[in-house]
């Protein structure tokens, strides 16, 4: 596991540009999975200020809200639209499906189409969870529908400034940990207590993040107000 410190959120996302560019350059036909969230703005203003070439890419987002439409500003869907995917090409998207009729349906489908993510970002919430697996997860866990914390809505709510589902779409733990390298990103000082519990705690399920030190490819980068 490898920790990068940075001063501000634009340097760390200037570096996990650089990380995810590098790859790029190695392979061009790259899968990559997205996140979403405050964090990964910025990055994602960097790939699309760097001019590449992203028309041999496959991607995959990490969860969405269920049930919700796509022109919900609320939508995974709408924000992967309007911060990266209206801006370059890529060969496919692939986005969990929040107006489907069928969830369990659509979580399996989504689950069997992921063959191989090379590279996934991530961010983490202030319980440890990645993607929207909560804490209790199973560390076996694959794509499927679940139910968000109170915590996860009310820290959700109060970054959206409007109140969001109750249930979720999301990877499993188990999916996430199939990629061959990982980037987790954090930059705000409510994440310290997550991010510290991740690089100084026990493995365990109750902190699903913890999953990620038994992967062998994981950068963390941080802004220096996360105090380790």
Same mark, same amino acid.
């Given at each position: 596991? =490898? +920790? +990068?410190? %940075? ?8 570096? &996990? ?16 999975? #997205? &996140? ?24 995959? !987002? ?39 009729? !069928? ?9 069997n189409k992921i063959k191989q993510i090379d590279l996934q970002i991530l961010g983490i919430g202030t319980?440890?969870?990645?993607? #929207? ?6 560390? !076996?866990? *694959?794509?499927?529908?679940?139910n968000l914390t109170k915590q996860t809505q009310e820290d959700n709510t109060k970054l959206e400034g ?5 249930? /979720? @779409?999301? @990877? ?5 940990? *199939? &990629? =061959?390298?990982?980037?987790?990103? &954090?930059?705000? =000082?409510?994440?310290?207590? /997550? ?6 705690? *026990?493995?365990?399920? !109750?902190?699903? /993040? ?8 994981? %950068?963390?980068?941080? %802004? *220096?107000?996360?105090?380790?």
């Open positions: 596991m =490898k +920790i +990068i410190t %940075t001063n501000n959120k634009k340097e760390l996302s200037k570096k &996990a540009s650089e990380i995810l560019l590098k790859e790029l350059v190695k392979k061009p036909d790259l899968t990559i999975g #997205f &996140a979403t969230g405050s964090t990964p703005l910025e990055l994602y203003k960097e790939l699309i200020k760097s001019k590449k070439d992203f028309s041999q890419v496959t991607t995959f !987002n990490l969860d969405e809200y269920y049930p919700i439409k796509k022109n919900n500003p609320l939508s995974f869907y709408h924000y992967m639209y309007k911060n990266l995917f209206n801006h370059l090409k890529f060969k496919e998207i692939n986005l969990l499906d929040g107006e489907t009729k !069928n969830p369990q349906k659509e979580c399996q489908d989504y689950e319980n440890g969870h990645i993607g #929207f697996n909560e804490p209790g997860t199973s560390f !076996n866990s *694959k794509t499927r529908l679940i409007s109140k969001v589902p109750e249930k /979720a @779409m999301t @990877m499993g733990l188990k999916t996430i940990m *199939k &990629a =061959k390298k990982i980037i987790l990103i &954090a930059s705000n =000082k409510n994440k310290e207590k /997550a991010i510290q519990k991740l690089i100084n705690g *026990k493995i365990t399920e !109750n902190h699903p /993040a913890s999953i990620l030190k038994n992967h062998k490819d994981v %950068t963390i980068i941080i %802004t *220096k107000e996360i105090i380790l």
